[in-house]
């Protein structure tokens, strides 16, 4: 899964930022690009994004609404993946993730560890 384009990546944060569903018009006007890239343009990208998988949509009136699909940790998890996925060794691509990381981060990713391994242990 390639990362998103700029366009792409400006309306999913648009839609993830949203506290309903949002029409196209509503996600041009919030996009904050000087000059506002065209109505049919947002439209396109919009419908790539829900073919993709990454935003839902319900007809309202004569358009459509959108919400997001996946959330932004479903993202970054699935960019994760692809990017240990083109690793020849995964455990020394994840050693020297592990090694760029703040302190505080690798006791985050203790607790997330410890947390995946409890629940591996209890029986379903």
């Known amino acids: 899964m ?8 400006s309306i999913m944060e648009v839609v993830w930022s949203a506290d309903k569903a949002i029409a196209v018009r509503d996600i041009r006007d919030q996009l904050g690009r000087e000059p506002a890239p065209a109505y049919n343009t947002v439209l396109t990208v919009t419908e790539i ?15 459509f609404r959108y919400w997001p699909a996946g959330s932004r940790d479903d993202y970054t998890a699935q960019l994760m993946a692809e990017a ?20 505080g981060e690798m006791a ?13 242990r209890r029986p379903r």
């Open 2 to 9: 390639p990362r998103f384009g700029e366009l792409e990546a």
């Open 49 to 63: 994004l829900y073919r993709k998988g990454w935003l839902a949509r319900e007809k309202y009136g004569r358009a």
């Open 108 to 120: 985050e990713i203790r607790r997330a560890l410890e947390t995946a391994k409890d629940a591996e």
């Open 84 to 103: 240990l996925d083109s690793a020849q060794d995964r455990a020394a691509a994840l050693v020297r993730f592990m090694e760029r990381m703040e302190p």
